[in-house]
């Protein structure tokens, strides 16, 4: 189980390696980043930031569930349940 802390640690992560991929300042990501939201969140993007997030969390997402880690909130659900 994660604990709140380490959740909260997990979305923090995950917006600044948002931001990095993005090259958009953490501060200027919306309150809940996802690709209907950021314009530079394009397929090329997506697949960056899959393999940043690969690197960050040493862990590996399986490609079919890239496709449904359009947003922040699916990213750190996904990662959250890893760790359990």
Same mark, same amino acid.
Do not use: C, K, Y
């Given at each position: 189980?994660?604990?709140?802390?380490?959740?909260?640690?997990?979305?923090?992560?995950?917006? /600044?390696?948002?931001?990095?991929?993005?090259?958009?300042? *953490?501060?200027?990501? =919306?309150?809940? =980043?996802?690709?209907?939201?950021?314009?530079?969140?394009?397929?090329?993007?997506? /697949?960056?930031?899959?393999?940043?997030? *690969?690197?960050?969390?040493?862990?590996?997402? *399986?490609? *079919?569930?890239?496709?449904?880690?359009?947003?922040?909130?699916?990213?750190?659900?996904?990662?959250?349940?890893?760790?359990?």
């Amino acid at each position: 189980m994660t604990s709140d802390s380490d959740t909260a640690t997990v979305a923090r992560r995950v917006r /600044m390696v948002l931001g990095s991929v993005l090259q958009v300042a *953490e501060a200027d990501l =919306p309150d809940e =980043p996802a690709t209907h939201n950021l314009r530079r969140w394009d397929s090329l993007h997506h /697949m960056m930031l899959m393999l940043a997030l *690969e690197g960050e969390f040493g862990l590996r997402i *399986e490609p *079919e569930a890239t496709p449904s880690l359009t947003s922040a909130a699916a990213i750190e659900a996904h990662i959250n349940g890893r760790a359990g």
